[in-house]
C-alpha cells in the first residue's frame, strides 16, 4: 500500500501549504486563540484552523492524566460525547457509563444486535482509534465523528470526509442517506457500495461533489496490492539457506541486547486491525495480550484526516480496567526500534557516465566527510563538509548520513536495501562514529542511488525507557509542501561541495512511495518481556 509519509515529514520544513485551483481552502478565521474552543450542538467548535492546530499541538504534548480532566471538565460537562473518550481514575466510571449510554441509545444497527456487552462495544471503540493513528484527534470527534472550524461541519466516515457548512448539516445528512453511506463509523457501509462511490471521485485534494458539499479522500487509500511491500523478489535468497527463518533476519539493531530480544518476538504485518483502518492513509497494529487483561500495542501509521498529517511508530503498554477500557499502565521497561523505514522513488543519476565519479560510500558526520572507493576501509576526511538535508533531519537529528552508489540494479526492495546496509555499511558507520566523536550511533539517514531508482532510508534505535508507559517516534504534525530539492554529494545545507559535478534530485514528498518497514515494540513486565516484530 502506498503511504503518505514525508507529507508529514515535509512540516518540518515549512509549514505553509499551496494548493492547485481545483483544490478547496477549508480556512476559516484566523485570528483567534485556544480558549475560545466551544461546544455546540454537540461537536467540538473550533473559530480557525490555526485555533485547531494550536489546541491540538498543545494537548497532545500532556499526559493521558491531563487531557482525561480537560476533556471531563472542559467539555463532557457541556454535553459532548467523544468518538473514543479519554478518562483517567477520576472521570473513569461516570464517562464510560455516560458515553456508553449514549452510544446504545443512539445507535439502532447496535439496538439490533443480541449478546452484546459493554465490553464488545469498548474493543469498537477501541478499534475507532486506528483510523486516525492519533488519540488526542479522535477524542475531539464526537459521536458521529465530527467537529467544526468557523462555519463547516467536518464529517468523517468509512467513505472518508466530507465538509459543509453548518446551517446545511441536513444537506449532507440527505445526501448520506441517498448514497446508503453510513453516517455513524461504528455502522459500516456496504463494501461494494463504498469502493464504488470512493472509486467514482477524485482522489489527494478536496472537491465538490454536490451542491455545496465537499469531499476529500487521500489516493490510493485502499491499494493492498503492493508486491514491493511483500519483498516476493526476496524468497530465493531466503530459500537458499534452510536456516534462515524469521528470527534469523539480518536485522541486528545497534542497542545489541534488546535488538536480541526484539528478534525472538513475534513477527506482524499489522494488516490483522480492524476493518475500517486505512481509511485515511495507513494504519498498522499489532497486539500482543498477556495475563489476560494486559497487552503491548505497537502502532505505525502515515495519515493524512486533511485537518493533520501525522506519521510516527508507537508502542504502549496497557491493561484493561475494570469497566473495559485499555489504559497505558506504567511497567519496568519499554523499547521501540526501527531498523529500517524506507522511501522509493523513481528518481536516478543523469547517466551511468556520471556514476563513475563518485565513491561508492560516502559518510557524513557534521563538519566531515568520509569516502571509501574500493573497500570500507579507506575514509578520506574532508572539512567542514555540512550535514546534507533530509526531511526528518530538525525533528529527529541525525548522527550521520550516508550516501550509498549502487552500479548494479539488484537493490530493488526495502529488504534488500535493508541488508545492503547491515551487512556492509553499518558496522564501519557505527566504528567510524565512534572514533571521530566517541560517540553511539543511534539514528541516521540513508541515500541509495542505483540505476533505477533511489531509496531514502531512517534508522533509529534511541527510544528505550524505564518505569514508563509508552515510546513513540512521531515524526511531525502540521502543513506541507511537496517537494524539497536533494543534492547527491555535495553536502547539501551550505556552500561547501566536495564534487564539483553533482547531479540533483526533486523528491515529491507529497506522494512518496514507502515501501516497508523492520521495526519492534516491546514492554518488560517482571522480567518478561512481551511485543511484536512490526515487519511490512
Given at each position: 500500500?502506498?503511504?503518505?509519509v514525508s507529507?508529514?515529514?515535509?512540516?518540518?520544513?515549512?509549514?505553509?501549504l499551496f494548493?492547485v485551483?481545483?483544490?478547496k481552502?477549508?480556512?476559516?478565521?484566523?485570528?483567534?486563540?485556544?480558549?475560545?474552543?466551544?461546544?455546540?450542538k454537540?461537536?467540538?467548535?473550533?473559530?480557525?484552523?490555526t485555533?485547531?492546530q494550536?489546541?491540538?499541538n498543545e494537548?497532545?504534548?500532556?499526559?493521558e492524566?491531563?487531557?482525561?480532566?480537560?476533556?471531563?471538565?472542559?467539555?463532557y460537562?457541556?454535553d459532548f460525547?467523544s468518538l473514543?473518550?479519554i478518562?483517567n481514575?477520576r472521570?473513569?466510571q461516570?464517562?464510560?457509563?455516560r458515553?456508553?449510554?449514549?452510544?446504545k441509545t443512539?445507535n439502532i444497527?447496535?439496538?439490533?444486535r443480541t449478546?452484546v456487552t459493554?465490553?464488545?462495544?469498548?474493543d469498537?471503540?477501541?478499534?475507532?482509534?486506528?483510523i486516525?493513528?492519533?488519540?488526542?484527534f479522535?477524542?475531539?470527534l464526537?459521536?458521529e465523528a465530527?467537529?467544526?472550524i468557523?462555519n463547516?461541519?467536518y464529517?468523517?466516515?468509512d467513505t472518508?470526509?466530507?465538509?459543509i457548512?453548518?446551517d446545511e448539516?441536513n444537506?449532507?445528512n440527505n445526501?448520506l442517506?441517498?448514497?446508503?453511506?453510513?453516517?455513524?463509523?461504528?455502522?459500516?457501509?456496504?463494501?461494494?457500495?463504498?469502493l464504488?462511490y470512493?472509486?467514482s471521485?477524485?482522489?489527494?485534494?478536496?472537491?465538490?461533489i454536490?451542491?455545496?458539499?465537499?469531499y476529500?479522500i487521500?489516493c490510493d487509500y485502499?491499494?493492498?496490492?503492493d508486491s514491493?511491500?511483500?519483498?516476493?523478489?526476496n524468497?530465493?535468497?531466503?530459500?537458499?539457506d534452510s536456516d534462515?527463518?524469521?528470527n534469523n533476519?539480518?536485522?541486528?539493531t545497534?542497542?545489541?541486547?534488546?535488538?536480541?530480544?526484539a528478534n525472538?518476538?513475534?513477527e506482524?504485518?499489522g494488516?490483522?486491525?480492524?476493518?475500517l483502518?486505512?481509511i485515511f492513509?495507513?494504519?498498522k497494529?499489532c497486539?500482543d495480550?498477556?495475563?489476560?487483561r494486559?497487552?503491548?500495542k505497537?502502532?505505525f501509521?502515515d495519515v493524512d484526516?486533511?485537518?493533520?498529517?501525522?506519521?510516527?511508530?508507537?508502542?504502549?503498554h496497557q491493561k484493561?480496567d475494570?469497566r473495559?477500557i485499555w489504559r497505558?499502565?506504567?511497567t519496568d521497561?519499554i523499547a521501540l526500534g526501527?531498523?529500517?523505514?524506507s522511501?522509493?522513488?523513481?528518481?536516478?543519476?543523469?547517466?551511468?557516465s556520471n556514476?563513475?565519479?563518485?565513491?561508492?560510500?560516502?559518510?557524513?558526520?557534521?563538519?566531515?566527510?568520509y569516502?571509501s572507493?574500493?573497500?570500507y576501509?579507506?575514509f578520506?576526511q574532508?572539512?567542514e563538509?555540512?550535514?546534507?538535508y533530509l526531511p526528518?533531519?530538525e525533528?529527529?537529528?541525525l548522527?550521520l548520513?550516508?550516501?550509498v552508489?549502487?552500479?548494479d540494479?539488484?537493490?530493488i526492495s526495502e529488504?534488500?536495501?535493508?541488508?545492503l546496509?547491515?551487512?556492509?555499511?553499518y558496522d564501519?558507520?557505527?566504528?567510524?562514529l565512534?572514533?571521530v566523536k566517541n560517540?553511539?550511533?543511534k539514528?541516521?539517514?540513508v541515500?541509495?542511488?542505483?540505476?533505477?531508482m533511489?531509496?531514502v532510508?531512517?534508522y533509529?534505535f534511541t527510544?528505550?525507557c524505564?518505569?514508563c508507559?509508552?515510546?513513540s517516534n512521531?515524526?511531525?504534525?502540521?502543513?506541507?509542501?511537496?517537494?524539497?530539492?536533494?543534492?547527491f554529494g555535495?553536502g547539501?545545507?551550505?556552500?561547501?561541495?566536495?564534487?564539483p559535478?553533482p547531479f540533483?534530485?526533486?523528491f515529491d514528498f507529497?506522494?512518496p512511495e514507502?515501501?516497508g518497514?523492520?521495526t519492534?515494540?516491546m514492554?518488560k513486565r517482571?522480567e518478561?518481556?512481551?511485543?511484536?516484530?512490526?515487519?511490512?
Amino acid at each position: 500500500m502506498k503511504n503518505y509519509v514525508s507529507r508529514a515529514y515535509i512540516a518540518l520544513i515549512i509549514t505553509s501549504l499551496f494548493f492547485v485551483s481545483c483544490q478547496k481552502d477549508f480556512e476559516t478565521i484566523e485570528n483567534a486563540t485556544i480558549n475560545e474552543v466551544k461546544v455546540e450542538k454537540g461537536r467540538l467548535v473550533f473559530p480557525s484552523k490555526t485555533a485547531f492546530q494550536n489546541y491540538f499541538n498543545e494537548m497532545k504534548e500532556k499526559n493521558e492524566e491531563n487531557i482525561a480532566d480537560i476533556l471531563d471538565t472542559k467539555f463532557y460537562s457541556k454535553d459532548f460525547y467523544s468518538l473514543r473518550p479519554i478518562v483517567n481514575d477520576r472521570t473513569e466510571q461516570n464517562q464510560v457509563d455516560r458515553h456508553l449510554t449514549k452510544i446504545k441509545t443512539n445507535n439502532i444497527a447496535l439496538q439490533m444486535r443480541t449478546n452484546v456487552t459493554d465490553e464488545d462495544i469498548l474493543d469498537d471503540i477501541d478499534d475507532l482509534e486506528d483510523i486516525f493513528g492519533e488519540e488526542v484527534f479522535t477524542s475531539f470527534l464526537n459521536q458521529e465523528a465530527e467537529l467544526q472550524i468557523g462555519n463547516e461541519v467536518y464529517k468523517y466516515t468509512d467513505t472518508g470526509l466530507f465538509v459543509i457548512n453548518v446551517d446545511e448539516i441536513n444537506e449532507l445528512n440527505n445526501y448520506l442517506d441517498d448514497k446508503s453511506i453510513s453516517k455513524d463509523l461504528l455502522t459500516p457501509t456496504d463494501e461494494a457500495t463504498r469502493l464504488a462511490y470512493i472509486d467514482s471521485n477524485p482522489c489527494g485534494y478536496a472537491v465538490d461533489i454536490y451542491g455545496d458539499i465537499d469531499y476529500f479522500i487521500p489516493c490510493d487509500y485502499y491499494d493492498d496490492d503492493d508486491s514491493d511491500n511483500n519483498d516476493s523478489d526476496n524468497n530465493d535468497s531466503d530459500n537458499n539457506d534452510s536456516d534462515n527463518n524469521d528470527n534469523n533476519d539480518p536485522d541486528p539493531t545497534p542497542l545489541e541486547e534488546l535488538g536480541v530480544i526484539a528478534n525472538t518476538l513475534e513477527e506482524c504485518d499489522g494488516d490483522n486491525t480492524a476493518w475500517l483502518a486505512n481509511i485515511f492513509g495507513t494504519v498498522k497494529v499489532c497486539k500482543d495480550k498477556y495475563e489476560s487483561r494486559r497487552r503491548v500495542k505497537t502502532k505505525f501509521w502515515d495519515v493524512d484526516a486533511w485537518l493533520f498529517y501525522s506519521q510516527g511508530i508507537k508502542v504502549k503498554h496497557q491493561k484493561r480496567d475494570w469497566r473495559g477500557i485499555w489504559r497505558k499502565e506504567e511497567t519496568d521497561q519499554i523499547a521501540l526500534g526501527i531498523n529500517s523505514i524506507s522511501w522509493k522513488f523513481d528518481v536516478i543519476p543523469p547517466s551511468n557516465s556520471n556514476l563513475a565519479i563518485f565513491p561508492s560510500t560516502r559518510i557524513y558526520i557534521d563538519g566531515q566527510v568520509y569516502e571509501s572507493y574500493m573497500s570500507y576501509n579507506n575514509f578520506i576526511q574532508n572539512e567542514e563538509a555540512p550535514l546534507p538535508y533530509l526531511p526528518f533531519t530538525e525533528s529527529q537529528p541525525l548522527d550521520l548520513v550516508i550516501e550509498v552508489l549502487v552500479i548494479d540494479d539488484v537493490y530493488i526492495s526495502e529488504r534488500k536495501i535493508r541488508e545492503l546496509f547491515y551487512e556492509n555499511i553499518y558496522d564501519k558507520a557505527k566504528d567510524l562514529l565512534q572514533l571521530v566523536k566517541n560517540k553511539e550511533l543511534k539514528r541516521l539517514g540513508v541515500v541509495t542511488s542505483t540505476p533505477s531508482m533511489t531509496w531514502v532510508s531512517y534508522y533509529d534505535f534511541t527510544e528505550s525507557c524505564v518505569n514508563c508507559k509508552k515510546v513513540s517516534n512521531v515524526f511531525d504534525l502540521g502543513g506541507v509542501t511537496p517537494v524539497i530539492t536533494y543534492d547527491f554529494g555535495t553536502g547539501t545545507g551550505g556552500q561547501w561541495s566536495i564534487n564539483p559535478n553533482p547531479f540533483s534530485w526533486e523528491f515529491d514528498f507529497q506522494h512518496p512511495e514507502i515501501i516497508g518497514a523492520n521495526t519492534y515494540g516491546m514492554a518488560k513486565r517482571n522480567e518478561q518481556w512481551h511485543g511484536s516484530r512490526l515487519v511490512f
